[in-house]
């Protein structure tokens, strides 16, 4: 129950204006810029959006990186001032949320689930590695920063009911989720790295021989010597996938 005593802030102070400490505290704006409402409903109408102001920096992360992206470029390639900005995307790490929930909108998913868990895995697993193809900087993004958008929610939704005919536990499809979308992430960045260097990946395959024929690591050279030729990347990534899904969907002992 509520004291009905003065209190110290509460008491008038002398001459009758209260103290400083009894004025309401503005509320903290929240980190997330999904708890942050788009519009308020008042006032004119807003000369941009987020969905704007998301594809002007993903078009800006496509052509030059994702380091060439910055509040003063969006603004520019919007014809807006900088500073306008700023009351749509209050500061940077928002910006990468908006770009990482935009390009999670590429997905297309089907009204339900085919019921056939490995093709219908599969199936995401080949649209997450298009769309990072498409955008060569969001990889690291994914590795970076968790999708918590709206169009990253229907992605997990899609993907628990995608799950559900495993018997596995929510938190257990959840893992699995982070698993495969950690693999695929990984496979887009090295696959990019290894193109954006054929100096480097000549050197690399020269120096792993040469580790491999030193006697020092038998193992790796057995392996070298098995493995024949560079894979081509989708037969490598299809093979890789296809070990990732049948680890999740193999039951554990807390299952």
Do not use: C
């Amino acid at each position: 129950m509520p004291s009905s005593k003065p209190t110290p802030s509460s008491t008038p102070a002398p001459g009758g204006s209260a103290p400083a400490s009894s004025k309401p505290t503005p509320p903290e704006a929240p980190e997330v810029i999904w708890l942050r409402p788009e519009r308020t409903g008042r006032g004119p109408r807003p000369a941009h959006s987020r969905d704007s102001i998301a594809a002007a920096a993903i078009g800006i992360a496509d052509a030059e990186g994702l380091d060439a992206v910055s509040m003063r470029r969006v603004a520019a390639a919007l014809g807006a001032g900088t500073m306008s900005l700023y009351n749509y995307v209050p500061k940077k790490e928002h910006l990468l949320d908006l770009m990482l929930d935009a390009a999670t909108a590429e997905y297309r998913f089907p009204s339900a689930p085919s019921g056939d868990v490995r093709a219908d895995l599969a199936d995401l697993a080949h649209q997450q590695l298009g769309i990072f193809r498409r955008h060569p900087w969001l990889p690291a993004l994914v590795l970076a920063r968790p999708g918590i958008g709206p169009n990253a929610l229907r992605y997990t939704d899609h993907f628990l009911a995608v799950t559900a005919p495993t018997g596995l536990g929510g938190g257990d499809r959840m893992e699995a989720m982070a698993l495969i979308n950690g693999f695929i992430a990984q496979f887009a960045q090295f696959e990019r790295t290894a193109a954006a260097g054929a100096k480097w990946q000549s050197e690399l395959v020269g120096y792993l021989g040469r580790a491999a024929a030193s006697g020092e690591f038998p193992h790796l050279a057995q392996a070298f010597a098995a493995a024949g030729p560079p894979a081509d990347p989708d037969r490598a990534f299809d093979r890789t996938l296809d070990r990732v899904i049948s680890a999740i969907l193999m039951p554990t002992g807390d299952n």
